[in-house]
């Protein structure tokens, strides 16, 4: 009962402070989010994206 109480009147008992927890949670979902799908792609397409062939295809600027 007493976590409870803490998180209440720590994030949800004034509205300014309830709304910036989910924005900035929000926010770090939406980051955290991106970057496990970016790395999650990067992992099953390795090889057969452009980053990963340029070397290939891609001369030297100093000829």
Do not use: C, L
Not at 20 to 25: C, N, P, R, S, Y
Not at 36 to 51: E, L, S
């Amino acid at each position: 009962m007493a976590i409870s109480t803490t998180i209440y009147n720590t994030f949800f008992r004034r509205n300014s402070v309830f709304v910036a927890t989910i924005f900035t949670g929000a926010f770090a979902f939406g980051i955290g989010f991106d970057t496990a799908v970016t790395t999650f792609y990067d992992r099953w397409n390795k090889g057969k994206q452009w980053k990963d062939i340029r070397d290939k295809y891609v001369q030297p600027a100093d000829e």
